[in-house]
C-alpha cells in the first residue's frame, strides 16, 4: 500500500468531518464514506464517493480509515459493535482517529487495532470548520514516527501544519488543552465585548482595538466577529465544549493539577446549555450577560460566517524548536 495513492474510507461526516472528507474527494481520493445521516451520505456519492453499509464494511475495503466523530462513546461504538470497523481491519491497514476524544480512550482503541496487525493514530484537528473546508487545518497526529511518515501524503491534503505529538494518546491530550484555551478566550471575549457595550465603546472600535493589541485571539479574530453579526454561527455548540472542556478537567485531575480557572468556565457553559440547550451555539454563551444587562452585544458590517481566505498550500509538519533558541 502507498499511501501516495490510497483508498480511504471516512466515517462522520458531521460539520468538521464533511469538510474534511471533501477535500479528500477534491484531490482525486478514491472515498468510501459512512454516516447516520442519509442525505450527507447521498452528497458525498453524488460527488464520485462510494457508500458503505457498515463500519466492517467500509474498513475491510479501503487502505485507510479515518473516523471523526462527536465523544469517545461514539467512536468506540463504530470501532468495536460487531459490525464495525475493528473487524473489518487487517494487516497494513491504518486507522486514524480524527475526533476530539481521551486519550486513553485513543490508546485503548489503538491496541485493539494492533491486535488486527493494523496501526492507529490520534489525529485531532484545530482552527475551525472555515479552515477544515480549505485543508489550512491543523492537525496533530499521535503516533509512531513510522505511521506518521506513511500517512503525511494524506495529512498533508487534509491539513497545512502538521505536528507529529509523540506517541497515541499525545495528540488528544494536546487538542484538549488548545480546545480549552479557546474556551477561556471565549468566556473572557464574552465579558470583555459585554463590558464594552455596557460603558458606551464602539464595538467596531472594540474589535480592533483588541486585534492590534496584546489581548488579541484567533478567537478575538473568528468568534468575535459573528458575535458582532449577530448569527454567532462558528458551528460549534456548548454541549460540545462542555465535552472538551470536560476531557481537559478530567486529564488535570488524573495528574493531580489543582485548577483554577477551568472548573469556572465548564460551570459557565453548563449554565448555558442549561438555560439555551445544549446544541446551542457557542459563542452565544453572551447571551448570559447580555440578558444580565438588558443589552445585545452587535457591530457593523461582520459576517454571519467566518470564511478561510489564506490560500492553500501543500501541508507540511511543523518541526518543535529544541535548545537555547526556544
Not at 117 to 140: E, L
Request: hydrophobic share 40%; glycine share 10%; aromatic share 4%.
Amino acid at each position: 500500500m502507498t499511501m501516495n495513492n490510497p483508498r480511504i474510507g471516512f466515517i462522520g461526516l458531521g460539520n468538521v468531518g464533511g469538510q474534511l472528507a471533501g477535500n479528500l474527494l477534491r484531490h482525486g481520493i478514491e472515498l468510501t464514506v459512512r454516516d447516520l445521516d442519509p442525505e450527507r451520505v447521498a452528497a458525498f456519492v453524488a460527488r464520485g464517493a462510494r457508500a458503505a453499509d457498515s463500519p466492517r464494511e467500509l474498513a475491510a475495503c479501503v487502505d485507510l480509515v479515518i473516523t471523526c466523530l462527536p465523544s469517545p462513546a461514539v467512536s468506540a461504538e463504530v470501532m468495536e459493535q460487531p459490525d464495525g470497523v475493528l473487524a473489518g481491519l487487517a494487516p497494513g491497514k491504518i486507522w486514524l482517529e480524527m475526533s476530539t476524544t481521551d486519550h486513553a480512550e485513543a490508546r485503548r482503541l489503538a491496541a485493539r487495532v494492533a491486535e488486527r496487525g493494523a496501526t492507529a493514530m490520534d489525529c485531532p484537528v484545530s482552527g475551525g470548520c472555515h479552515r477544515a473546508a480549505t485543508g489550512n487545518i491543523s492537525i496533530f497526529a499521535g503516533g509512531s514516527r513510522e505511521a506518521f511518515e506513511r500517512v503525511l501524503p494524506v495529512l498533508s491534503i487534509l491539513g497545512q501544519r502538521i505536528l507529529h505529538t509523540g506517541p497515541v494518546g499525545s495528540a488528544s491530550m494536546l487538542k484538549v488543552l488548545t480546545n480549552y484555551l479557546c474556551t477561556v478566550h471565549l468566556a473572557a471575549l464574552a465579558e470583555a465585548l459585554t463590558v464594552a457595550k455596557v460603558a458606551g465603546l464602539d464595538l467596531n472600535t472594540t474589535y480592533e482595538g483588541i486585534r492590534i493589541s496584546s489581548g488579541n485571539s484567533f478567537v478575538h479574530e473568528t468568534e468575535s466577529q459573528v458575535i458582532l453579526n449577530g448569527s454567532r454561527d462558528i458551528n460549534f455548540t456548548m454541549d460540545l465544549v462542555i465535552k472538551d472542556v470536560g476531557l481537559f478537567d478530567e486529564l488535570a485531575r488524573a495528574h493531580g493539577v489543582p485548577l483554577e480557572l477551568s472548573p469556572l468556565v465548564l460551570g459557565v457553559f453548563r449554565d448555558g446549555a442549561r438555560r439555551y440547550g445544549g446544541r446551542e451555539l457557542s459563542p452565544n454563551i453572551i447571551r448570559r450577560l447580555e440578558e444580565a444587562c438588558g443589552v445585545r452585544v452587535l457591530g457593523e458590517g461582520f459576517p454571519p460566517q467566518i470564511v478561510d481566505t489564506e490560500p492553500k498550500v501543500p501541508g507540511y509538519e511543523v518541526v518543535p524548536r529544541r535548545g537555547p533558541h526556544l
